[in-house]
């Protein structure tokens, strides 16, 4: 019996770990979304303060869309390198290396 309650723990283990991969990459995505709508925000505020002739309001718009692009980016990657660590690839190899360890060399 406790083969099988291992051969069960090995196979729920990836499918855990493949859950919590997803909802990083969905808490990443809302938080990219987020980051977007400010940014195209303060692209408008941008464009409406060079537009009325506010320069000093254009110039210090322009500082705060770099730093949220810079930000951007990083979210990017995280998203990005998320994907590719916890990604569909890994899942067979996964199940490989635990059905080994517990002894399975034929399914």
Same mark, same amino acid.
Not at 8 to 25: D, E, G, K, R, Y
Not at 66 to 79: D, H, T, Y
């Given at each position: ?11 729920? @283990? /990836?499918?855990? !770990?493949? +859950?919590? =991969? @997803?909802?990083?990459?969905?808490? *990443?995505?809302?938080? *990219?979304? #987020? ?6 925000? !303060?692209?408008? @505020? ?8 506010? *320069? ?5 718009? =322009? ?16 998203? *990005?390198? +998320?994907?590719? #660590?916890?990604?569909? /690839?890994?899942? /067979? ?7 080994? !360890?517990?002894?399975? =060399?034929?399914?």
């Amino acid at each position: 019996m406790s083969n099988i309650a291992r051969l069960f723990q090995a196979f729920v @283990a /990836p499918a855990i !770990f493949f +859950s919590a =991969t @997803a909802l990083l990459i969905l808490s *990443l995505n809302v938080r *990219l979304m #987020g980051i977007v709508a400010k940014l195209r925000y !303060f692209v408008h @505020a941008k464009h409406d303060a060079a537009k009325g002739g506010r *320069l000093e309001e254009a110039e210090a718009y =322009t500082s705060q869309i770099q730093s949220i692009e810079k930000r951007a980016e990083m979210i990017r990657r995280a998203f *990005l390198f +998320s994907l590719l #660590g916890g990604g569909l /690839p890994e899942i /067979p190899n996964g199940y490989c290396r635990q059905l080994e !360890f517990l002894g399975v =060399t034929e399914i």
